[in-house]
């Protein structure tokens, strides 16, 4: 299973770096900006995501993922003393907990039970959720980020080039297999 684990860390450490490369585009004011009401910000994303991170990988095999000073209610309200940079301070804090728990797992606390919001659930699904969870939002933030970010740089294949991209990956694979 280390390799299971091995694998839900790189794909989260690629949703952590996009969201960055994506945040990184942005101006104070397009990571503050809403398109509308009851939409998140960039920044509230951010935010939640901080304080989910926190929660939930917090002594992830012992405590329940849900912490009691969670308020997971002020996660999507921006408040005096909200910065952009304690904001992603509390980013890196919470994907820190994350990156260090998932390098303390060992094969035998795959099969062990966890508890999220007083629910027994496997430490696998745990995993799933959380990939999940970053997954979802990673794309509201560079969704958001794109709109708001004034000369976007791509995230990945530029429209036009996955033809040239295609034949530099086949031609890769092809020499590796002939090396």
């Given at each position: 299973?280390q390799?299971?684990?091995?694998?839900v860390?790189?794909?989260?450490?690629?949703y952590?770096?996009?969201?960055?490369?994506?945040?990184a585009q942005v101006?104070?004011d397009?990571f503050?900006?809403?398109?509308?009401p009851?939409?998140n910000?960039?920044?509230?994303?951010?935010k939640?995501?901080?304080?989910?991170l926190?929660?939930?990988w917090?002594?992830?095999?012992?405590?329940d993922?849900?912490?009691p000073?969670r308020?997971?209610?002020?996660?999507f309200?921006?408040?005096?003393?909200?910065?952009r940079?304690s904001?992603?301070l509390?980013w890196?804090?919470g994907?820190?907990?994350?990156?260090d728990?998932?390098a303390?797992?060992?094969?035998?606390?795959v099969?062990?039970?966890v508890?999220?919001?007083?629910?027994?659930t496997?430490?696998l699904?745990?995993?799933?959720?959380?990939?999940a969870h970053?997954?979802y939002?990673?794309g509201?933030?560079t969704?958001l980020?794109?709109?708001?970010?004034?000369d976007?740089?791509?995230?990945s294949?530029p429209?036009?080039a996955?033809e040239?991209?295609?034949?530099?990956?086949?031609q890769?694979?092809?020499?590796?297999?002939?090396?």
């Amino acid at each position: 299973m280390q390799g299971f684990i091995a694998g839900v860390t790189r794909e989260l450490e690629s949703y952590k770096k996009m969201a960055e490369k994506s945040i990184a585009q942005v101006d104070d004011d397009g990571f503050f900006a809403s398109p509308g009401p009851e939409t998140n910000s960039i920044a509230v994303i951010v935010k939640h995501m901080a304080g989910n991170l926190r929660s939930r990988w917090t002594n992830f095999l012992t405590e329940d993922g849900e912490k009691p000073d969670r308020d997971r209610d002020c996660e999507f309200e921006i408040r005096p003393g909200d910065t952009r940079s304690s904001m992603m301070l509390a980013w890196e804090d919470g994907w820190r907990r994350a990156f260090d728990e998932l390098a303390r797992l060992s094969d035998a606390d795959v099969g062990r039970t966890v508890m999220i919001r007083w629910e027994p659930t496997s430490v696998l699904d745990a995993l799933h959720r959380q990939m999940a969870h970053a997954a979802y939002h990673v794309g509201q933030i560079t969704l958001l980020a794109r709109h708001y970010a004034p000369d976007w740089q791509t995230l990945s294949i530029p429209i036009g080039a996955s033809e040239a991209f295609n034949e530099k990956k086949r031609q890769q694979a092809e020499a590796a297999r002939t090396a």
